[in-house]
């Protein structure tokens, strides 16, 4: 009898500790990858906006507003559109949870930084002073609580194989880093 409860007991455990397997060794499900997308999406536009930006002439203020305007409103919809979408997909694993949460949050208050320099930068005049004025707007808008919690999210996901494997591979990763 003691050594069918053992047994049994065993069994058990065999059954559970396969069946509670790290997420890192589980292949990327299509939400998790739905997630890595979402997360280096949200940067993309911002990024190719501020090239822009940065090619812009200074000495043609009314180019130099046109293309910081774009970079504040590719920003405010990116971002937007990354907290929506990662919030109706949720974490991508239990472990993650916090990360997620972070992120949902860094996003969120970007966007909401982002849609408030809005008006202010379009009312600023084009003139050799539009630039320092713009960057004053936006760091007087900001509602980013955290802003250091981007560099963790990426440090966390740097650290897991599983999703760095991910970021490697998705394409709105790659044009972060070709950046």
Request: charged residues 20%; hydrophobic residues 45%.
């Given at each position: 009898?003691?050594?069918?409860?053992?047994?049994?007991?065993?069994?058990?455990?065999t059954v559970l500790t396969s069946?509670?397997?790290?997420d890192e060794e589980k292949p990327l499900t299509d939400a998790q990858s739905r997630w890595v997308d979402a997360f280096c999406g949200a940067f993309v536009p911002g990024l190719k906006a501020g090239k822009a930006l940065q090619a812009q002439d200074a000495a043609n203020p009314a180019a130099v507003k046109t293309a910081y305007l774009k970079l504040v409103d590719d920003n405010a919809a990116a971002f937007k559109s990354a907290a929506q979408e990662l919030?109706?997909?949720?974490?991508?694993?239990?472990?993650?949870k916090d990360l997620h949460d972070r992120l949902v949050a860094y996003v969120g208050e970007s966007a909401r930084s982002y849609e408030a320099a809005k008006a202010p930068v379009t009312a600023l005049?084009?003139?050799?002073a539009f630039w320092d004025a713009?960057?004053?707007v936006l760091a007087d808008t900001s509602?980013?609580?955290n802003p250091e919690q981007l560099r963790a999210t990426f440090d966390a996901l740097e650290k897991s194989p599983k999703y760095s494997d991910a970021i490697g591979?998705?394409?709105?990763?790659d044009e972060l880093k070709a950046g």
């Open positions: 009898m003691r050594t069918r409860l053992i047994a049994a007991v065993l069994a058990a455990t069946a509670c397997a790290s919030g109706e997909l949720g974490p991508p694993s239990d472990d993650l005049e084009a003139n050799a713009a960057e004053k509602q980013v609580s591979k998705a394409q709105a990763c």
